[in-house]
């Protein structure tokens, strides 16, 4: 029994291991489409062919980190709006956005996740993924709704064009390297690229209030 509860825990720290080497290669090489599974062994001091026993493909791994993301901005989401009621759309719209740019690699990952991360995975694997994410997507409803003037559908509404313009922008915000240089030369094309942060929240104050005007209310 001491041999196995050593064994479980060796195995969990390796996958910590795995997920933190992730996270720090995201952010040192520029974003989660540069980061290659074999950086990901080499960077958690772990032999290539060891990576099967704890994710089995690239995918899975950031699938992972993607499910502790939405954890995470439901935790930041829920502190943010604790204790508050009648907030106006705007508000809202402001939590969202406020708390969400704080998590750079869960912004990436959002466009990982549609384009490839969980329909390259196994069914059961993208189930998991399906639940734990509208279990914390729920969570945010629930304190948007209970602590501002929109409906449920409107958050719903709100939610869904937060994620939209977040995946694109971010993607927009922090360019290749090829793109970085093209702007040097022509900054006419890059001035889109320098505002991740304030163009969505303008955005989404926009989208909240034009939820919750005359007539909209369902």
Excluded: N
């Amino acid at each position: 029994m001491h041999r196995r509860a050593r064994s479980e825990e060796a195995k969990q720290q390796r996958t910590e291991d795995l997920l933190t080497a992730a996270r720090k290669l995201a952010v040192d090489l520029g974003g989660v489409r540069h980061v290659t599974l074999q950086a990901v062994t080499e960077t958690a001091g772990l032999h290539p062919s060891a990576v099967r026993r704890y994710f089995a493909s690239r995918e899975e791994l950031f699938l992972e980190l993607a499910e502790r993301g939405w954890e995470e901005w439901r935790d930041l989401v829920t502190a943010r709006l604790a204790g508050r009621k009648g907030l106006p759309p705007g508000d809202v719209a402001e939590a969202l956005s406020s708390t969400i740019v704080t998590l750079p690699l869960f912004c990436d990952l959002l466009t990982h996740v549609v384009l490839s991360l969980e329909g390259d995975v196994s069914v059961d694997r993208a189930r998991q993924y399906k639940a734990r994410s509208f279990t914390a997507y729920d969570v945010i409803v629930a304190a948007l709704v209970q602590a501002g003037t929109l409906s449920t559908a409107q958050v719903h509404d709100l939610i869904a064009a937060l994620l939209g313009t977040t995946s694109y922008f971010w993607q927009l915000s922090h360019p290749t390297a090829t793109l970085a240089e093209l702007y040097r030369q022509e900054p006419q094309w890059g001035h889109s690229a320098l505002d991740f942060e304030p163009r969505l929240t303008r955005l989404l104050r926009a989208t909240a209030e034009g939820l919750s005007g005359p007539g909209r209310r369902r």
